[in-house]
């Protein structure tokens, strides 16, 4: 009965571990439980900079603030439509949406100043790729590519909250490539 007693107290306290506030994870721009296939599978890099590294003034409005080239490594079968958002969880009123693209055609590389597919409202309430521009300090910026089953039809310019509801249930696969930028 004690070894019982012991156990279910030792049990508590490694779940009541996993619920530690001053532990964070890394943002993530997609809706909850929707891929379906392994994120594995899919891999995002750019030619401009790597994985956790600085973006290029050139991408940034500190340059003539061009969309970087990207490259889409393992798309998976029955990939129909691609959609993408930029997003900067550092900003200072909460996260700041740079790029909402959907209803691409699938590609393997995109390039740089590309705007490809049906373009979606950024946070400053325009359409289309808007780079790196922190009041401040270093930033990350994660460039999100969902592989989807099909179109979306979204009217152009939709926010990236319409775009997550529009691709609900129809994630193949998604992949994460981010870059940094200070100021």
């Not at 030792?10 to 571990?17: D, E, P």
């Not at 699938?106 to 979606?120: C, I, V, Y």
């Not at 590519?145 to 998604?174: F, N, Q, S, T």
Request: proline share 12%; aromatic share 8%; with cysteine.
């Amino acid at each position: 009965m004690r070894v019982a007693a012991v156990l279910t107290a030792l049990l508590f306290a490694v779940a009541a571990c996993g619920d530690d506030p001053a532990v964070t994870t890394p943002p993530t721009t997609a809706p909850a439980d929707t891929t379906t296939t392994p994120e594995a599978t899919m891999h995002l890099t750019s030619t401009a900079f790597t994985e956790g590294s600085p973006i290029p003034a050139r991408h940034t409005c500190d340059g003539p603030d061009l969309s970087p080239p990207l490259t889409i490594e393992g798309l998976p079968p029955g990939t129909a439509a691609l959609a993408l958002i930029m997003d900067d969880p550092d900003a200072p009123g909460g996260t700041w949406d740079h790029w909402v693209a959907y209803d691409m055609d699938p590609f393997d590389t995109l390039p740089e100043g590309a705007a490809p597919g049906t373009q979606g409202r950024n946070s400053w309430g325009t359409t289309g790729y808007r780079g790196p521009c922190p009041p401040g300090g270093t930033h990350r910026y994660f460039f999100t590519v969902y592989a989807l089953d099909r179109p979306l039809d979204l009217a152009p310019g939709a926010g990236k909250e319409a775009l997550h509801a529009a691709m609900e249930g129809r994630i193949l696969a998604r992949a994460t490539l981010m870059g940094t930028f200070s100021r």
